[in-house]
């Protein structure tokens, strides 16, 4: 009698383990390892006030006082362009138009055709400076509440890039969303 029961201990013992490891494996198998979610479209932020996206060129590498930059920066209420000088990114002018939830909605769905999103992450070119020296390097960002979705970067030369996209669409639009973009920029050295 004495064998039966502390046999009988010693298999509620071990089976009660057994369920519990099983158990833990289930429940660190699902929560441990990149979670794969299908981001969201593009077009989804557009009512988001928080969302933005924005394309920084920056011109060859020269002098301090003759270095420039264009950036523009689209949310759903606002595109703002600032013309940059040197290369902390002093605001020399900048000028904004009013931007509405159903036109982002649209400029987002041209940028996601044209691959805004599709890039390369190789942290050995996470910074676009020092490329293409004697041409320009057009820096392609989108963020939410603060957060930067993605970021990306291609040059007017051959060679190193982290954009995927059509730069020369990608230019295209953000410069459509810029009344008198050629009249705003036609003194700079891009």
Known sequence: MFRSRQTRFFMGVGLAIALL??????????????????????????ADPTAQVSMLIDG????????????IIIN??????????????AVKSSSSFP???????V????LE???????SNDPKLSQASGYCPTGDRYIFSFDDNNHQISRY??????GA????????????????????YATLTSNLNL
């Open 99 to 105: 931007m509405s939830v159903s036109a982002f909605h």
């Open 60 to 71: 060859p590498v020269n002098a301090v006082s003759e270095h420039n930059q264009v950036q």
């Open 21 to 46: 490891v099983i158990l833990l494996v289930v429940i660190f198998s699902q929560s441990s390892g990149p979670q794969l979610a299908t981001p969201k479209p593009m077009a989804a932020y557009a």
């Open 153 to 158: 970067w291609s040059t007017s030369c051959s």
């Open 107 to 110: 400029f987002l769905r041209s």
């Open 161 to 180: 890039h982290t954009y995927n996209g059509d730069s020369g669409l990608t230019l295209q639009l953000f410069e459509a969303q810029v009344p008198d």
């Open 76 to 89: 759903n209420s606002l595109t703002t362009i600032n013309i940059l000088t040197g290369y902390d990114g």
């Open 113 to 119: 055709y044209a691959g805004y999103n599709n890039g």
